[in-house]
C-alpha cells in the first residue's frame, strides 16, 4: 500500500505521469525501485564535479552520467531526464532562481546530468530488516545537519559533508551498519555513530530537513553521508547554472534496489 | 619470505628505492600493501576516461584521480608519480613509443594521472582464504583475453573488456566469488565463471598476459576482469599521448589492501 499518487505502478508509468504533468513527490512510488537524486551542469564544470564525486563517494555516489547534451540515461530505457521528474530547481550564480516542472527551455548541448544514489534505497533495505526508521514512522523528513567532516575537495568543488540522522535502538546499531554497508551506491555505511559533537552537530538544529521527536531511552543517533551535500557544495561554489530535482521529487529509475546490493 | 627486490620494506622505502634508480618489477613486493595500474592522460582526454571508468568499474576501478598538472595522489603521502614507479610506457598516437624510468621530462600542468586497483589485492585474499591461483604457483603471470563483452563507452573510449583467467577447483568457486566481491574497488567479483566460448574467449590464445598449464580434472576457468582493459582502450583510440606503467611495474601505495575491503 502506497500513499504516493504514483501508487505502485511500473517506474515507466510513473515518469509518463511526471511527463504528462502530475508533480507530486515521489516517498513511497514505485516501491522497491531506485529513486535518484538529479544535479545538471554546464560542460564545462562536469569534469570537476565528476572527480569530486570520484573523492567523496559517501557523500555523493554516483549511478550515471549522461553524455554531453544527453537527457537519456542507462538507468531507465526511454526517459528523458527533461521531463520526467515531477519537479525541478533551477540554481543561476549559486542562487536559487525558480522551480519548474520541466527542464526542455533550459536544455542545451552544453549540459551534463549527473544521477545519484538516494537514501531511500537503503532505507527500503532498514526496514526489512526490522531497523525502524523513525522520520518514516512520523511521516517527516529525515532531519539533515551540515557537519565539520570536510570533503576532499576537487576544482571548483569544496564544502563539509552534510548528514542525515537516524535514531537507532542501540541494539540494532550494529544491524543498520551490516544493512547500509550492503548499498555503498546509496551512501553506505553511517559516517558517524554516537556523540553528534564529535562530528559538530547540534541535533535542535536541522539545516535542510525535517525535525523527529528527540532521541528515546536507549536509542543512539547514526549519521549517514547525504546525498544534499553535491548540491550544497555546488550552490556555495557559485557556478553560474545549475539545475537539481526539487527536494524529495525525485527520478525513478528501471533499476531494483536489489540491484545495487554488494553482494 | 619475498623474492621481490624491494623485500618486506615499507612502501615510502620502496618508493624511494625506485625514485633512486631501482627498476625490478613489483610483484611479491611490500605485502600486504595495494598495488596500483598507473594512466596518464591530457586533461582534454581525462573527463571521457573518468566516464569511462564511472561506467566501467569492473575493467576499470579507478582509486584515484590527481588534480591536473600534480603528481601527487592521496594514496600515498609524499609520492612523486613521475619518479615513484620503477618503469612506464609511454605512448604516442595510440602507438608504443618507449619504455622510461621516471617520467618527469614529459611531465606537464597539462596531465592528469589515474592509479587503477590491481589484482595482486584480490590474490592475496584469495591465497588468505585457501583459493590456490594457478600462475602464482607457477610464477608466470596471469593469462589475460580480449572477450566478447563490451565496455559502455564514453566519449572517444569504446572496447571490448580484457579479462584475466584463473583455473578454480570447482568446490572452491563459491568461495573464490564470495573472497573477491568484498573487493571491488580491485575487480570485484567475476564477470563469467565456467565455458569461456560464452564470451568469445579461446584458452590456448592469450592475448596480454602468460599461459598457465591446461585445466585440470574437476576445475572451472573463472573470468575477473582486468585493469588492462583501459589501457587498451585508450590505445586503440590513438590519444596522441599517454603514459602508463610498464607491465608488472607497478605503484605502490601506502594503503593496506584490507582498507579496500567492502566490509
Chains 1, 2 share one sequence.
Not at 505502485?8 to 531506485?34: I, L
Not at 567523496?56 to 531507465?76: H, I, Y
Not at 529525515?142 to 537516524?166: D, E, L, N
Amino acid at each position: 500500500m502506497s500513499n504516493s499518487a504514483y501508487g505502485q505502478k511500473a517506474p515507466a508509468e510513473a515518469r509518463a505521469m511526471m511527463r504528462g504533468g502530475v508533480n507530486a513527490p515521489t516517498a513511497g512510488a514505485c516501491d522497491g525501485y531506485v529513486q535518484a537524486n538529479l544535479v545538471v551542469l554546464p560542460r564545462t564544470f562536469a569534469y570537476d564535479f565528476l572527480v569530486f564525486c570520484y573523492r567523496n563517494p559517501k557523500p555523493c555516489p554516483l549511478l550515471d552520467v549522461t553524455d554531453q547534451g544527453s537527457p537519456e540515461t542507462r538507468l531507465a530505457r526511454g526517459a528523458d531526464l527533461r521531463t520526467d521528474l515531477p519537479k525541478y530547481r533551477v540554481y543561476e550564480n549559486g542562487a536559487f532562481a525558480r522551480e519548474v516542472t520541466a527542464i526542455a527551455d533550459y536544455w542545451s548541448h552544453d549540459l551534463v546530468a549527473f544521477l545519484l544514489g538516494c537514501s531511500y534505497t537503503f532505507e527500503a533495505a532498514l526496514l526489512a530488516a526490522g531497523v525502524p526508521v523513525r522520520h518514516i514512522e512520523q511521516g517527516t523528513i529525515v532531519p539533515m545537519y551540515t557537519t565539520s567532516i570536510w570533503c576532499v575537495p576537487a576544482g571548483v568543488f569544496a564544502g563539509p559533508i552534510v548528514a542525515t540522522m537516524r535514531p537507532i535502538p542501540h541494539e540494532l546499531v550494529p544491524r543498520a551498519v551490516q544493512v547500509t554497508s550492503r548499498y555503498p551506491n546509496v551512501h553506505g555505511a553511517p559516517i558517524h555513530i554516537g556523540d553528534p559533537m564529535r562530528i559538530g552537530v547540534d541535533l535542535e538544529r536541522t539545516e535542510y530537513g525535517g525535525q523527529v521527536s528527540a532521541l528515546r531511552e536507549g536509542e543512539t543517533p547514526v549519521f549517514w553521508a547525504c546525498g544534499v551535500t553535491p548540491q550544497a557544495v555546488a550552490i556555495a561554489s557559485r557556478i553560474p547554472f545549475m539545475i537539481t530535482h526539487a527536494p524529495g521529487h525525485m527520478f525513478i529509475t528501471d533499476v531494483r534496489n536489489e540491484h545495487l546490493a554488494a553482494f
